[in-house]
Every structure is written in C-alpha cells, then in structure tokens.
C-alpha cells in the first residue's frame, strides 16, 4: 500500500521540503511504491494512464474524457508526471484483462491506471483500478462511482481524489469547488461580481450580476452557503448566501456601522466579522439561529480578517494595535490576544489550515508581496511567493494546497495556487481576471 509516512509527513509541514521519489532499487528492498516528503531531489513519479475502455458505444467520449480529466489532476499536483499516450507500448482493451506490466516497465512508468466508463441512458458509471509496475501488484481495490451523466466531471474528479489518496495517503482535493471575485472592464471602473467554479476553473457560473462591488465570499464548512461583503448600500455589510436558492440574508445590519471580512465558525452556527463603529473595528461573533452577537475584541485598533482553528477553540486575526498589521490568537470566545508575528514587514489575511497546524498569510516587506506558513504559535515562519502583489490564501480541505490572488505591476489579477513545500506554483484557469478565492470543502 502506498502511504506517506507520519514522519516523512511532518517534514514535509515544517521544513522548506520538496517531494522526491523512493528509488527503484530501494523499493526492490523496502516494498510497494510510495510518495514520501523528504529534503531530497525534486522527481515527480512517472505514470500512465491509457484512456479508459468504453464498455458501451455510448459510454466512448467519457472512457476518454474522463481519464484526461483524471491526468490533468494528478499532474497538476506536481507530485506524479503523465508519460504521454503516444509513448506506450502496452494497450488496455478489456478493464478485467491481465495487465502486461513489462509493456509497461518499457517506458518507465511506475504506476499505471486503468478505468471503464458504461453510459446507459442517463446513468453513467466509472471504474479504476491503479498498479504499482515494477512489483506488478494492484494498488487496493478497484472502485466504482455512479452518477448523472451532468455529474460526469464530478465523478472524474472523484476518482482522482481516491487515486490521489492511494499515492499520498492524504485526503484528496479534486472533487471541490471555487467561489471567488470575477473582475472585467477598465481598472478606473472595474466590475465585480461573485463567481463560483470547479477547483481546475471548469463549469464556472456568476453568483451576482456585478452591480454592486463584492469581496471576500467564504464557504460554510459544509459548503452550501456563501458568507461576503457587499457596498450595495454603499457602505460594507454582510451578506449571507444560499448557493442553491441564491437567497441572500444581511447579517449584523445597524445603522452607522460597517461589516466586512466574515468567516463561518467550524460548526457553521455563527459566523465571526469585523464591525467598524465610531472609529474602531471590532470582531463580533453573531449566531446564526438566535441572532445574538458577541463582541470579542475591545481595542482602539482595526481588528480584521479573523479565521477560526478547525476545532473551534481559538480565532488568528490581523490587527494593527501593536502599530503596524501582525498577526494575533485568542480564545474564540474573546479575551487575551497573543501576538504570532514578529519577522519585518506587515502581517494580514491569516486563514488557518484544516488541520489546525499551520496558519496562511499574506506578507507586505521592501516592496514585494508573499504567501506564508507558520506555525500557530508564530514558529517556523516560511515564504513560499514573492510577487508585485501576492495576497488573500485560502486552503486546499486537505491542508496541503494554498490558492491566492497574483497580479504584475499594471496587469490583471489570477488565480495560483502553491504547495506548501513552496513547490508547485501554477495559474488556476479562470473566466477571467480574478481575485478573492476561497476553496470549498470536498463535496458531498
């Protein structure tokens, strides 16, 4: 069974690590392939992966379209390099046939996936099996997904998860999706509105018609609920949207004062925002069920940008109180702060990973913008961009992928996303330009 080792796993986490392959002499030795975190040589692992075998007529343009989806996935992690179609030797006509691992073993390949897809009507069923080559042993049991035939993207994506989990023993991030700011038309007037797509920028959709400029929407922990600013009124508020509905509810709404930069509690019960009254911005907790708020913060200073730690217990915030942005942790239901920050430059956008051991942040310092990680505690700080503008992460579900906003000097914001090695870092399609992300859970 492929899996990543708890330690090899933790040096990945607090080490400026890259991911590097097991040798094939020493998994001669040592067991089945597997993908370990080390401070090794960068060397994705080769793959193959034929297009999947139609077992009807009708099911032939997904067997194929599919198994690219699946590809794209996987090579995009950076973790795993697809040997192209035209190199192999070996074919797969039959799902159920013996494999033939020397065909294989020719090109190099070190894993090999194998699928099926069968369309009756509008029920469309998908099936893999993955092989460690050079020891010629299936890699767990084959799986099956089942599903509309609208849904075909999804159940690509669903494959690509499980693959993924067998490779890394990590939880897979495919089967998500993406809600974030669209932006078009001239930078003196620029339009916003939200938008919502798959994680690689397929089947995008606008959430709002972009009369009202938006920022900062942020998925409930189940995913069917968006939380973001809205100026519609010309000032900022919270908003609170149902994605299937699209019925939207104002939070915390009273008169002469400003709401903005929410996020959802982990139970998604109460939500936590910054409120600006008379000249200070607060945090303030409002319970979604009874409408009661709580104020969490009591300062002079602006208190923004809070994010909840998985378990619930602590909130990371920005806050100017020290005299410039930095970084701070408090109880969630308010009291001390701790500052985490202390390298030069100015701290914001703290967003805490989902497995509650590294915190995200965007860094301002002599001009250049970053995305980093530290430890909850402020340890281990590591920088894993440099740009004109870097800003704004948010997590993968599985803690290991960090998307953001890069815009050039006088160019348009995108989308990049980067491994939290500091590897990795690629353009996330968009309709267009794009700023504001915030990743999904997986989906149910």
């Known amino acids: 069974m492929m899996d990543l080792t708890r330690r090899a796993f933790a040096a990945g986490l607090l080490a400026p690590a890259a991911l590097a392959l097991v040798p094939a002499a020493a998994r001669a030795q040592s067991g089945p392939l597997r993908i370990e975190v080390t401070e090794g040589v960068i060397a994705p692992v080769p793959y193959a992966i034929p297009d999947f075998v139609a077992e009807n007529p009708a099911g032939g343009q997904y067997a194929t379209a599919i198994a690219r989806v699946v590809a794209g996935n996987l090579t995009g992690t950076g973790l ?11 074919r797969i006509t039959s799902f159920d046939s013996p494999v ?7 090109i190099n390949a070190q894993a090999l996936i194998t699928g099926a897809a069968r369309l009756d009507g509008q029920r469309l069923s998908v099936k893999f099996r993955l092989f460690d080559v050079l020891s010629g042993q299936q890699m767990g049991d084959g799986l099956q997904f089942d599903g509309s035939i609208q849904n075909w993207r999804r159940m690509a994506h669903r494959v ?3 693959i993924y989990t067998r490779l890394t023993g990590e939880g897979g991030y ?3 999706r ?3 700011v669209a932006e078009s038309g001239p930078r003196e007037n620029r339009r916003k509105q939200l938008a919502i797509m798959d994680q690689d920028g397929e089947n995008a959709q606008f959430l709002t018609d972009g009369a009202t400029l938006v920022l900062a929407p942020r998925f409930s922990p189940r995913g069917e609920r968006i939380l973001y600013t809205s100026y519609e009124r010309g000032t900022p508020r919270v908003i609170l949207m149902d994605l299937a509905s699209r019925q939207r509810q104002v939070l915390a709404d009273q008169p002469g004062t400003m709401t903005f930069a929410p996020r959802f509690a982990p139970d998604g019960q109460s939500v936590i925002f910054s409120l600006s009254v008379g000249g200070n911005t607060n945090l303030y ?5 009874s409408g009661q708020r709580i104020q969490l913060t009591q300062t002079a200073a602006i208190d923004t940008a809070p994010s909840f730690a998985p378990d619930g217990g602590r909130v990371v915030f920005e806050s100017d109180r020290s005299g410039t942005s930095q970084l701070y942790v408090m109880p969630a239901g308010g009291g001390q702060a701790q500052r985490i920050s202390f390298g030069e430059g100015r701290y914001s956008t703290p967003v805490w990973s989902p497995r509650g051991d590294l915190v995200a942040f965007t860094k301002s ?7 980093g990680v530290m430890r909850t505690d402020g340890s281990n700080e590591r920088l894993l961009t440099s740009s004109f503008l870097d800003e704004g992460p948010t997590w993968a579900p599985n803690g290991r992928v960090i998307m953001f906003t890069r815009e050039a000097a006088g160019g348009d914001p995108q989308l990049f996303s980067v491994d939290i090695s500091g590897r990795n870092l690629r353009r996330i399609p968009s309709p267009g330009p794009a700023s ?3 990743w999904s859970p997986l989906l149910p």
């Open 80 to 90: 795993l390099r697809e040997i192209p179609r035209e190199a192999h030797v070996g």
């Open 100 to 106: 033939q691992f020397s065909d294989w073993r020719a």
């Open 160 to 162: 690509s998860d499980a």
């Open 174 to 176: 495919f089967d998500t």
């Open 178 to 180: 993406v809600v974030f």
């Open 285 to 289: 907790a409002l319970n979604l069920n």
């Open 365 to 371: 310092h002599a001009g250049r913008f970053h995305i």
């Open 436 to 438: 504001d992300p915030a």
